[in-house]
Each structure stands twice: as C-alpha cells, then as structure tokens.
C-alpha cells in the first residue's frame, strides 16, 4: 500500500522507514505531524473540531449524498467497503477510492480536505486584497491620481505574482541544468558542494535562494517533470540533516492544530465559498 510523506507530498511504499524523496523518516512524520485521522468517526470529529459544516465545506463525511457538488466517504454495509467519492458539477460521481482499507480512504478524503482548506484561505486573501484595492482606488480616483492607481495596482499584481508563483509547488527535491534544488514549503534551497559561507549550515552543501533564482521552468505547465529526480546519485536525506529543514518543520508544527488558522482572520464557518471549489475535475 502506498503512503503520503507528510513533508514532500510523495506516495511511497509504506514498508519503508524513511521518504526516498525527502529523507524524512516516515514513523517520524506520522509522530511529529500526527494527529491525522484514521476512522470517519475521528474524521467527523475533526471537522467538528475545526467548525467545518458539510453545508458550508460540501465535504459530506459519513453519508452516501447524491447531489451535486460534494466530496464524500461513507462504508457501503452491503459489501463493507469504504467509499471516497466526488460529486462533480454535472451531476456525475467519480470514485475516488472503493475497498476495505479505512485507514487509506480517510487519508485520501482528509488529504482533499487539506488541500481545499489551503484554497479557501487564497479564495479568501485574494478577496481581501481586491477589496482593498477597490477602496484605494476609489480614494485615489477622487484626489485623480491616476497614475498613483496604476502604479500601486501593478505593485499589487507583482506581489501576487512572487508570493505565489512558488508557494503552490509541492515540497521536495528538484534538478534543472544537472543542479539540484528543494523546495520546503515555498522557500527554495540550492545544492553546491562547493559553497562555502558560515552564516549558512554547510555540512550537508545547502542554502537559501530568492524566487527570481529559481529555473522559470519550475513554474511552467511541465513542472512535475522536474520534481522527485533521479538524475542523481545523491543521499536525498541530506537536506532533511540540515538546520534548514529543522527549521522548516518547527513552523509546520506551530501552524498544526490547535493554530490551524491563526495565520490570517479567515474562518471556517463564515469565510467558506465552495464556489471557489473546483467541481468539475474528477478530484
């Protein structure tokens, strides 16, 4: 059975000890991030949790629902097989997942709910930020300071731009022109060997680049092709030994849970717009 590695995103057998993507070991990660739910008992506590409503969320746990627009799992008792579905736009149901492994079809439903979760929190900064630029636009246009509105728009644009031209590409390692990379989380690190700087953590060869460093090609369409590579023969738990990382797993961990949501006043029960969703893939 595969797995997910918490860190880099990666499926992976789950017999083995550490991610061959990442290097994180893998019973560290389920340690460390935990809390995850196993059963659609711990899953419906964990939206209550987390004030998720099905009505608002359109993520139905427990319940075969029919309708459009709706993520789901629920046990068929006929046969006592667990099913992860999605009810697209049309009408038309895509099955995710159809087999006894509970644990499996939790993590699949949860991980969706994951994701989602991260693109309500856009949906939402983004609806922040035009509503901001449209009081400021409507302030500069009665002081008619046209250019001060351009000007500020495409600063505005930029900045959308950078933060999150990067920020959606999945953690883990990289290569382009026989150069290595990994990305943790948004923030980008370069391999060299050679690098030699003591303000940086050297041992294992790694350190921090800006985003304009970064191959344009990882941004592309094809940017899975340059992810997870094995044109090298290199120790890929070595970016996961530096202080680097360590680092990067501290500010996972403090955004876990119990702080699921402090980074920003979106809230779940209120902010939710599953129009925003996308209903029309198959997941």
């Known amino acids: 059975m595969k797995v997910k590695c918490e860190y880099c995103r990666a499926y992976v057998d789950d017999d083995l000890e550490k991610c061959p993507y990442c290097g994180a070991t893998l019973n560290a990660v389920e340690r460390t991030v935990g809390k995850e739910p196993e059963t659609i008992e711990e899953l419906k506590e964990w939206c209550d949790k987390h004030n998720l409503k099905s009505e608002k969320t359109r993520f139905f746990i427990g319940e075969d629902y029919k309708k459009p ?82 000007w500020i728009g495409g600063f505005i644009a930029l900045c959308l731009f950078l933060g999150f031209t990067f920020s959606d590409k999945k953690s883990g390692y990289y290569s382009y022109n026989n150069n290595l990379y990994y990305n943790a989380g948004g923030d980008w690190y370069y391999y060299d060997s050679d690098y030699d700087d003591e303000s940086y953590d050297t041992d294992y060869g790694w350190y921090p680049i800006d985003d304009y460093n970064v191959p344009s090609e990882f941004t592309s369409e094809s940017w899975e092709d340059y992810q997870n590579t094995d044109d090298f023969e290199f120790d890929y738990s070595s970016f996961s030994k530096t202080d680097f990382y360590d680092d990067w797993q501290e500010s996972k961990s403090s955004d876990d849970d119990d702080d699921w949501s402090s980074d920003s006043d979106w809230d779940s029960g209120s902010d939710w717009d599953s129009g925003g969703t996308d209903w029309d893939s198959d997941w």
């Open 69 to 150: 627009k709706a993520f789901g799992i629920y046990k068929d008792e006929a046969t006592g097989e667990y099913v992860v579905y999605k009810n697209k736009a049309d009408g038309t149901r895509a099955i995710r997942y159809q087999g006894r492994d509970q644990g499996y079809a939790v993590h699949e439903l949860y991980a969706r709910l994951q994701d989602e979760i991260t693109n309500q929190k856009n949906i939402y900064a983004e609806k922040k930020i035009q509503n901001a630029d449209k009081i400021s636009k409507a302030r500069r246009k009665r002081k008619d300071k046209i250019w001060n509105t351009l």
